[in-house]
């Protein structure tokens, strides 16, 4: 009898008749990304309009479109243009705040745009210019730097403030020596001419120009100190005349150590007479004396001045009484610094009759004038009938207590 033998059923499948030639249909075999970072996606292709508002940034110099755009596309031009384009370019075509704000703070550490009328753009053009003229040489930089610049800002520059004045720059005495012939030398036409840069070429183009601040002299010489460095030449002086008579619109005129003499202050007077807009006028810290206060005191009745400073000055008796005699018959003066002159009781005294008959100067400062007694006895009459006056200054006399008793009547003297 024949065994019946099992048969054992081989568990390998039977080949499969379809071939997969495409892994990736299969998705166990599908190799896969998994990026570090889980915000990571494929980069997306930005928008036309995104593409040519970067081309119109990045060819604006040659082509500044700004005005054909919309304004959202405007805006988005303003806010990435470089603040380095040519002011040619940018100065009479963008009024955007904005722009000229990041022109201003990534040029200048302080930024106070309350002192330029809360204008950025009129920030910007003002201390350029001023930057320019601060480091302006004669006969090395070229005048074009500053006339290129005038069609530019003329529209926007209101003050100008310098506190220098660069002179030219002295050659070697021993290539002098070696260049200029004896004649020359005889003739003085070896010395370099101290003129500074010639204002008559620039103040009367500022069509809006309201204040002139000016210091003839330069900053942080340090061992190159010469006296020269700080000349306010008969050059500077009258072209400086020229120039604030050409500028009907200035109302603030201030030159301050300068070395203004009394012939100086004689010619810048002679051309402020009868000048339309002029309310201030600061000359202190100068070398005026009695002949120049003469000149000041006929400028306060023929000006709509109202604010003077002449402190710091070299005025005695005479030029007092000069000026005095023009308070009595002034009737716009409100303000008057005299401090630090040598006006003594004489010309104290004449300022303090004339006081009895203005009835318009509110602001009076006489401090350090060698005033004594007799001067303050006549101020408590003044003060007794003068209601107008109400802030006196009569520091740093000789004044001594018995003239402060009488002096003080409880109005603001001190």
């Known amino acids: 009898m024949q065994e019946n033998v099992a048969t054992e059923v081989s568990p390998v499948p039977p080949p499969s008749h379809v071939t997969i030639k495409n892994p990736a249909a299969n998705p166990r075999r599908m190799r896969r990304l998994i990026a570090e970072d889980p915000e990571w996606n494929l980069a997306i292709v930005p928008p036309l309009t995104e593409l040519c508002i ?3 940034i990045n060819n604006f110099e040659n082509n500044p479109i700004l005005e054909r755009l919309l304004p959202d596309h405007q805006k988005k ?9 040519p002011l040619t370019v940018t100065a009479n075509l963008i009024s955007d705040e904005g ?7 990534e040029r200048w550490t302080v930024c106070d745009v309350s002192a330029y009328g809360h204008s950025w753009k009129r920030m910007f053009f003002e201390r350029h210019l001023e930057n320019i003229l601060k480091f302006y040489i004669p006969d090395i930089t070229s005048p074009n730097e500053i006339l290129d610049l005038i069609p530019l800002c003329t529209e926007y520059v209101k003050k100008i403030e310098i506190d220098q004045f660069l002179p030219p720059v002295k050659l070697d005495q021993k290539k002098e020596d070696e260049d200029v012939s004896d004649t020359e030398s005889d003739a003085g036409l070896d010395e370099p001419s101290m003129d500074h840069f010639d204002l008559n070429l620039l103040v009367p183009a500022l069509l809006h120009l309201e204040e002139l601040n000016l210091s003839y002299g330069v900053k942080d010489c340090g061992m190159n100190f010469e006296w020269n460095l700080f000349e306010f030449t008969y050059r500077d002086c009258c072209s400086l005349a020229t120039a604030i008579k050409k500028c009907p619109t200035l109302k603030v005129f201030k030159l301050t150590r300068s070395k203004v003499d009394d012939d100086k202050a004689r010619i810048l007077i002679q051309h402020l007479l009868d000048h339309p ?10 070398l005026i004396s009695d002949r120049g ?13 109202v604010t003077l400073n002449i402190c710091d000055n070299r005025i005695r008796a005479q030029g007092a009484q000069a000026i005095a005699h023009a308070l009595s018959k002034n009737s716009i003066l409100t303000s008057l ?3 630090l002159n040598s006006i ?24 350090s004038n060698e005033l004594s007694e007799p001067t303050a006895t006549l101020f408590s009459q003044v003060l007794a009938q003068n209601t107008t006056l109400s802030h006196i200054n009569l520091s740093c006399n000789h004044i001594g207590l018995v003239g402060w008793r009488e002096a003080i009547d409880g109005r603001h003297v001190r």
Request: charged residues 20%; proline residues 0%; aromatic residues 2%.
């Open 293 to 305: 206060a003469r000149a000041i005191g006929k400028l306060i009745n023929h000006s709509k001045m």
């Open 99 to 105: 722009y000229w704000k990041r022109c201003c703070t």
């Open 277 to 286: 807009s002029l309310e201030e006028l600061n000359l202190s810290h100068n």
């Open 77 to 85: 031009v303003l806010e990435k243009i470089s603040t380095s384009l």
């Open 337 to 339: 610094d005299l401090r």
């Open 344 to 367: 003594e009781d004489e010309g104290g005294q004449a300022i303090c009759h004339a006081l009895l008959l203005n009835s318009t100067l509110t602001t009076l400062h006489l401090g």
């Open 54 to 56: 970067q081309h119109i």
